[in-house]
């Protein structure tokens, strides 16, 4: 189930428009992103990734907390 994957320590990180983040490409840095943890939600702005920084399609993007 997905909260047994969000218990192991995986995050679920989606756009505005709910839609789930597959690729560094689909989060250009300054999109802001809702992470969904396995006890809660955070807020989050992007502000490196594998695709801004021309290393491929790598799956992981760097994220700063924007919530409170």
Same mark, same amino acid.
């Given at each position: 189930? =997905? ?5 192991? *320590? ?5 756009? #505005?428009?709910g839609?789930?983040?597959?690729? =560094?490409?689909? &989060? =250009?840095? *300054?999109? &802001?992103?809702?992470?969904?943890? #396995?006890? %809660?939600?955070? +807020? #989050?702005?992007?502000?490196? !990734?594998?695709?801004a920084? +021309?290393? *491929?399609?790598?799956?992981s !993007?760097?994220?700063? %907390? !924007? *919530? %409170?």
């Open positions: 189930s =997905p909260q047994r994957t969000l218990d192991r *320590g995986y995050v679920i990180a989606q756009l #505005a428009n839609d789930a983040v597959r690729s =560094p490409d689909a &989060a =250009p840095v *300054g999109t &802001a992103l809702l992470l969904t943890l #396995a006890r %809660g939600k955070l +807020g #989050a702005t992007v502000t490196a !990734s594998d695709a920084v +021309g290393n *491929g399609g790598g799956s !993007s760097n994220t700063t %907390g !924007s *919530g %409170g």
